[in-house]
């Protein structure tokens, strides 16, 4: 039986509608379903409030509403916006992020990957020296604006809305121009079979992009993404030097590592 959830400050006028609705993507991520209900005594707020926001977050692809509340969207393969990806595993994307960064030379001149794990790998980068960092994604260049010793690159081109992100050209320009030391790739799906796969066909050309300007590709996954396929590949195993995940299957490493592809456990 699902815990009933703690009251939060109720009928506080200071906290703002935005700030609810954050919270109940969390407890929906979370806890995989909420009732109005509880949400209606979380808040101290009235119930049709409380569907209102539910109908906000159904709206942005946050959740799925049901009679009385709530629940997670589990569709196979699809492309949750950051507001959710950033609650959704995040201590094991915090371990994958702290394996990584070892990877990670000073002086390097480095591409980072769009996504919520390489975004935990830019919040440790400030222990490094003389980097150059290249990204498309918005919150990684403002986290790493303040940080001495590191230049950043943005990349320009079309606005992702809801993923704070960008999608450079993936021909000619700028990609053409660079060399990098080594591409942080994310994927939102990885399968021995398929490779590396993403729900979106700009932002796999953008990926390939990245990859084919660095030395060294390191792909980023945790295990709940292990196993599983979306709709346009990116990468397949021979263009992948390094996995880093917080687990794998028994039968899933020898198999990688037999195809050149180095195997990094966090915490291991």
Same mark, same amino acid.
């Given at each position: ?26 407890? &929906? ?18 119930? /049709? ?23 997670? @969207? ?16 995040? #201590?094991?994307?915090? +371990?994958? #992020?702290? #394996? ?17 794990? /390489? ?8 222990? =490094? ?5 290249? $990204? ?17 690159? *943005? ?5 992702? =809305?809801?993923?704070?992100? $960008?999608?450079?050209? +993936? ?9 990098? @030391? =080594?591409?942080?790739?994310? /994927? ?9 796969? $993403?729900? @979106?066909?700009?932002?796999? #050309? ?9 030395? =060294? &590709?390191? *792909?980023?996954?945790?295990? +709940?993404?292990?196993?599983? &396929? ?12 390094? *996995? &880093? ?8 490493? /020898?198999?990688?590592?037999? $195809? ?9």
């Amino acid at each position: 039986m699902t815990e009933p959830l703690p009251v939060d400050r109720p009928a506080d006028p200071t906290v703002f509608a935005e700030e609810r609705k954050a919270e109940i993507a969390r407890l &929906v991520v979370e806890r995989g379903k909420v009732t109005v209900a509880a949400l209606s005594s979380r808040f101290g707020v009235s119930g /049709a409030t409380v569907r209102s926001y539910l109908r906000d977050l159904q709206q942005q692809g946050l959740l799925l509403r049901t009679h009385g509340g709530a629940i997670r @969207d589990t569709k196979t393969g699809q492309e949750y916006p950051f507001a959710q990806r950033e609650v959704q595993n995040l #201590a094991a994307k915090q +371990s994958i #992020a702290a #394996a990584a960064v070892n990877l990670v030379d000073d002086g390097d001149r480095i591409i980072l990957d769009t996504g919520t794990t /390489a975004l935990e790998l830019a919040r440790l980068l400030g222990r =490094k020296r003389d980097l150059v960092v290249v $990204t498309n994604d918005l919150k990684i260049a403002w986290l790493l604006e303040e940080a001495s010793g590191t230049e950043i690159i *943005l990349l320009g081109g079309p606005l992702r =809305k809801g993923f704070h992100c $960008t999608l450079p050209a +993936s021909g000619e320009g700028l990609f053409k121009q660079l060399s990098a @030391d =080594k591409a942080f790739m994310a /994927a939102n799906s990885f399968d021995p079979d398929r490779g590396a796969t $993403t729900p @979106d066909i700009h932002q796999a #050309a953008a990926k390939r992009a990245m990859m084919a300007a660095a030395e =060294k &590709v390191v *792909l980023l996954c945790d295990q +709940s993404k292990l196993g599983r &396929v979306s709709f346009a590949q990116f990468a397949t195993l021979d263009q992948i030097d390094t *996995l &880093v995940t917080d687990g794998l299957p028994d039968d899933w490493a /020898a198999r990688l590592e037999d $195809t050149g592809v180095e195997v990094l456990v966090a915490g291991r």
